[in-house]
């Protein structure tokens, strides 16, 4: 079964598709220093709105999807109103 991400991987190209199910760990697959870059800075974006809106709830980001789903939902039913990272 693919995930959605697989599948846009595969319309745009067929050996990432290949790569994602076959070689995770194959150095095409290894972001380069730009891309290294970009996350630093989603970073830094992420940390400076936790900072700016203190109380928040933040959905970690190493559960599993299920599980990420469900923290989002109680954070949104609950009186908390800020959530990062659902």
Same mark, same amino acid.
């Given at each position: 079964?693919?995930?959605?991400? =697989? ?8 050996k990432l ?10 150095? #095409? ?6 891309? =290294?870059?970009?996350?630093d800075q989603?970073?830094?974006?992420? =940390?400076?709105?936790?900072s700016r ?25 609950? #009186?908390?109103?800020?959530?990062? =990272?659902?």
């Open positions: 079964m693919l995930t959605k991400s =697989e599948f846009l991987a595969g319309s745009q190209c067929h598709l290949w790569w994602r199910r076959h070689d995770r760990d194959a150095v #095409e697959l290894q972001p380069d220093r730009v891309l =290294e870059d970009l996350f989603g970073r830094a974006v992420g =940390e400076l709105a936790r809106f203190p109380g928040g709830a933040l959905i970690p980001a190493d559960l599993a999807r299920s599980e990420r789903v469900q923290a989002t939902n109680a954070a949104l039913t609950s #009186e908390n109103s800020i959530v990062f =990272e659902a």
